[in-house]
């Protein structure tokens, strides 16, 4: 009997002691996680609470709690529809469009033709795809700079052509308020293609060769190899370039002010200067918060369901 | 008590189940097959065993002790994984020390621990490379050197040959049919290759949609199918199974097998049904393997019960021992297995033997066996 | 928070006790200055504050975030200030100091003010922006004006031309720079750049008074005049006469076309002064300096200060020797000799100064006994930030087109002024 | 494909075969794009070795007349930056290697272990939890400055009492830790993007294998995972390196004066309202200021793409 009895006794209690261990380790990762899952609560959403707050006051140089109900959004729904003379927000949302767009449009192609170019088994690779790679490097204070030099008729291509004797040369978006927003575009496009160009390779350098083999057996041309096969297998990468370049551009702040020069005839509005200057320059924070509560829902509008599409494809 | 035993094992992710309610034993020192059709559920099985899946409901026990809540490691397991899961950034010796290592094993006896299993697989020469300068047999047999290195209680392995070309896959059947003689351990095996469930196995499980269909030794899966599905299942080329109906005359069954445009076939009832369960008129479905029907010339004369008719040849695929010989009775497919040197073409009309003794009644209506 | 008060109780009741003596908070000698002065000018002219203070045994920390007009410092400024960990003093401009007071953050220096006797030196209509309910919480650094024309006399002399009395001279002025091949107006197409050219514009269409009304008070009455869209059309005559690549330009390239020759002349600030003297360039021999035409004694002004913020105790001491610093008349004189602008104290000798300076000197004096000393709309010296950009933004975008018709701007400029009171 | 075959070698293919004509057309392509991307870094070369005069008064384009590496000394050492004893950036280029530094390991360390979490240690809900911290990459910078700030003062006075109570304020209230701080937790975001992904690839089998083996949480990660994720870490470090050396508005926000990053000090020096434009001195600043950035491209822009093609890029 006693013999029976102690083994009983070890089991249990190495089961129980198996059991603490168990939910230790069932606990450990999200131990882990926690901290980061807790700092992005307080520290993204949080504060957007607070700026959705304060969207909701009258809060001028300071935050205040003093209510004044939808006035700030009413204030911006007249703004939004008001285009003659277009109000800043206006010309902000159209140049967030025009310029998020061809942004990221452009660095898409310009990375996946520059990625498909380098992938052709290039002699050189390595010297030419950290030029496409620098500009990135590049703080944005300075490539404005350079750039808003650079474009300038009076001391930058134009003028470099004309002295070069091509006198009807003309180039002069930098200077036209209408067209400046290209040039900011330009600048964004030049500096983070490159990158774009890095996630394309790596993704096409990904692709198994047995598929291209197999497309090339079935009598596809190289086009339609790169249209048809690669570029559908390439999807995830469009994920992750897209969300890289969307929040670039919805961060483009200091390229907008150095490339335009302060934003002359308040053309070259962007949704990020428009709600500094009202939170900081003009103590307006009440109305720059309402604008960051819109910018952000506008944001969530899109990449929600884009984000929820992608990651629930993956299942599992 | 048996050795590994397994009693009322469920597994449901949300609505979903995975296993539905399984028992099984294993006797120390056997080795079970666990056999099925992709997505059946024998990984996920064997997950649990290992305590890499948590148990929804149910009990596990190793020689006596209920291993549900232990941590994979306290199970004094080993698993070879299908992909090895070899540790690309460490050696062959370190990754079969590794898990001595966290054991708290000391490094000398770990040394010769790895020495001596490297010595058994004769691996000794590739202890210091690492896992990417490896062949895939190399692989195989690091990734069983590192099971065996822990002299675990019971073996796992996860379709371990499927990564392998069919040559290398027959030297490492054996080589693992071997090591369980050597070592006389206790294994768990997945695989959907019915010839290593055959080959390998003391016993053999059978699961389809995370049900046990059928648990025995090989010879009885193999010659007394519970069901069409482990019926259709187990065997290659697959077991013949005929559409026929019962016909009852002074309580003897005889089986009669329809054919358009020809005279029916009528056998003898097999032995193995019983004949007190056929109706007369009733319609059942006649499994018999390939190689209970061949020409009447190499048919099994110790049989009793042995079947003759005419019928016209389809195909015939020579096979190097055998030749099977595919010919169409009742609209169904029905494959013989003759004499590598039978000279039969197609189109010819040819004499099948049905040895009757090696044929099984299956009920239509719930696929079970008569 | 807790912890450190207990502590700072008990020392303060052991010195209460006399069981400590002199061993209460020692000072604090280091001076934490938030500026945008980086350039080698402002820097240099800053640095004479700092030897002072050196002298006295004060440290400097100096905290430059240049660019844009302060907005990084400000930016910077704010959240200094929301952390609750405050500079001792910051640079800061018209109705930032007046928020700040009003919000709280500043500090008093009213002692030293009484002391020294600021309130008699300092013109009325600065003290609005360095006090708050008589209590004085900034220093003012320096006066600038924006109502300034600054012409390069060598084209001057080269087209022969006078100075303009008046808009309509200056329009022909520009009109003889334009037919000789010069650019006639060197501009930077900036808000601000633009809608400091408007403040001139407006007093010399309107006259001060005008400008006060529609400013200062923006009475509705003059802001929707005839006066006003008079004004707006008079701005649009000015467009005619700019190089066509203006939009975006920095102001001091626009300075420095004129210091080339390239342009006749700029309208701007006397900070643009500076520009010229560290070209070398002198006054009255190199470029010539005069009121903006039709605004000849008034001064549209905007002066830099120093705001005070509320800081612990044993900073303090530090604080209100930084502002003695400030104000004394021998830095007001040698920094503004530097930066272009007239002393913020009316009792400093002009002797330092060059011509331009001296005019400006006098102006002041005589702008403030007529009561023509006002706050510019475009620097936030007239207005709140808020409204002052809302009229940028009228004025910038009636100059490049976007509102077509000085009737529209004037009913543009209303609203928009109106909605952002 | 071997879990082995899955992180050490990238399934190879073979060359593309072009016609004569098609390689002169990708090659011609390539080197016109490449002339273009390089366009603006010349000219800020060659601006910066050329004395100002030449600068603002000649074509942009040419080459400078008279060779000089002034602009390149001043940058570094001498320009004044404001008021204060340290002239040039060299002082704020150590500021921003002491808040980097950092800045990066700890957001790239922690983006790895989430990544770690997220994918071999799945939870009901993970999906959520990385959903919302990749939609934290896309909040705008503006609107958290304040709030920031407040919570960063409320560090300053844990420091202070901790200084009065100890003498010694373990970094509270420290304004590089501070931007240490901020940075890390906006990188969170992107990090664990990277390295999700990446682990999404890598064999969950042989997470498995050193369960079995007896490893532990962190055993597996620091023994199996962290030993295999040399590209994506290049990646990450390469990407957050960047990103935070280049911020301005966080580093002039939180950090001004003498503690403030190399960005600051470049744009005190480029952007200064009055005074002379000095391009090349600026120019030669602006590429002192890109060095570490530029070299980090340079060097590791193989290494680069490789990690890339590890894992970072599939969604």
Known sequence: MTVSVAPTVVKTTRARRGLARQRLQNLLPKLVLAPSFILVLVFVYGFNLWTFFLSFTNSKAFASTHLVGLLNYRRLWDWTFQSDPPSNWYTAIVNMGLFGGLYVFFCLVLGLTLAILLDQKIRGEGILRPIYLYPLALSFIVTGTAWKLFLDPGIGLEKAMHDWGWTSFHFDWVVNPRMMIYCVAIAGIWQTSGFVMAMFLAGLRGVDGEIIKAAQIDGASAFQTYRRIIIPIMRPVFLSAIIILTHMAIKSYDLVLSVTGKNPGGAAELPSTFMYSFTFTRNQMAVGSTAAVIMLMTIAAIMVPYLYSELREKGR | MAFLEINALRKRFGALEIIKGIDLTLEKGGFLVLVGPSGCGKSTLLNMIAGLESITSGEISIDGDVINDLHPSKRDIAMVFQSYALYPNMSVAQNMAFGMEMRGVPKPERDKAVADVAKTLQIEHLLNRRPSQLSGGQRQRVAMGRALVRQPRVFLFDEPLSNLDAKLRVDMRIEIKRLHHQTGTTIVYVTHDQIEAMTLATRIAVLKDGELQQVGSPYEIYNTPANLFVADFMGSPSMNLIEAKVSKTNGAASIVVDRPGAEPIVLPAPNSADATKLRDGGIVILGIRPEAVSDPESADRKSKNIATFASHVDLVEPAGSDTFVVTKIAGKEVTARMRADADVRPGQNVSFAFNLDKAVLFDPQTSRRV | MKLRSILMASVMTAGALGLTSGAIAAEDKEIQMLHWWTSGGEAAALNVLKQDLAKEGYAWKDVPIAGGGGEGAMTALKAMVAAGNPPTASQILGYFAVDYAEAGKLGDISSLAKKEDWAKVVPQALQKFTTTDGKWDAVPVNIHSVNWVWINKSVMDKIGGTEPKNFDDFVALLGKAKAAGVIPLALGGQPWQEATLFDSVVASTGGIEFYKKAFVDLDEGALKSDTMKKSFDNLAKLRDYVDPNYAGRDWNLATAMVIKGDALVQVMGDWAKGEFRAANKEAGKDFLCYRFPGTDGSVIYNTDMFAMFKVSADRQGAQLALADATMSPSFQSAFNVVKGSVPARMDVPDTAFDMCGKKGIADVKAANAAGTFVGSMAQNYAQPPAVAGAYHDVVTKFFHGEIKTSDAAVAELDKALNNAK | ?315
């Open chain 4, 1 to 315: 494909m071997s879990a082995a075959d899955l992180i050490t070698s990238p399934p190879a293919r073979e060359p593309a075969r072009h016609s004569n004509l098609t390689r002169v057309v990708i090659y011609g392509l390539l080197l016109l794009f490449a002339f273009v991307y390089l366009i603006p870094l010349v000219v800020m070369v060659m601006t910066s070795l050329k004395p100002l005069d030449e600068v603002t008064g000649g074509n942009m384009f040419a080459l400078p007349h008279h060779l000089t590496f002034d602009p390149w000394v001043q940058a570094w050492g001498e320009a004044r930056i404001g008021v204060s004893d340290t002239a040039g950036i060299a002082g704020y280029f150590w500021n921003s290697i002491k808040m980097v530094v950092p800045a990066v390991a700890i957001s790239t360390m922690l983006g790895a272990l989430n990544g770690y979490v997220l994918t071999k240690w799945r939870f009901p809900g993970h999906k959520l939890v990385f959903g919302m911290m990749l939609f934290a990459c896309f909040i705008p910078f503006q609107s958290v400055i304040i709030p920031m700030a407040v919570i960063l003062g409320y560090l300053g006075e844990i420091g202070n009492s901790l200084i009065d109570a100890t003498g010694y304020a373990f970094g509270f209230g420290n304004p590089t830790v501070n931007l240490v701080i901020v940075h890390v937790i906006y990188g969170l975001g992107f990090t664990t993007l990277f390295f999700r992904n990446y682990y999404e690839a890598f064999p969950t089998e042989l997470v498995k294998a050193a369960q079995i083996d007896g490893a532990s949480f962190f055993q597996i990660f620091r023994r199996i995972l962290l030993p295999n994720s040399t590209p994506i870490i290049i990646v990450t470090v390469i990407y957050q390196f960047t990103n935070i050396w280049n911020d301005f508005l966080f580093g002039s926000t939180f950090a001004a004066g003498d503690s403030s990053p190399m960005t600051v000090a470049l744009n005190n020096l480029v952007n200064t309202s009055t005074g002379i434009v000095e391009y090349n001195v600026n120019m030669a600043a602006a590429i002192i200021a890109a060095g570490p950035t530029l070299f980090v491209y340079i060097v590791g822009g193989r290494y680069f793409v490789r990690g890339l093609m590890a894992g970072a890029v599939k969604g």
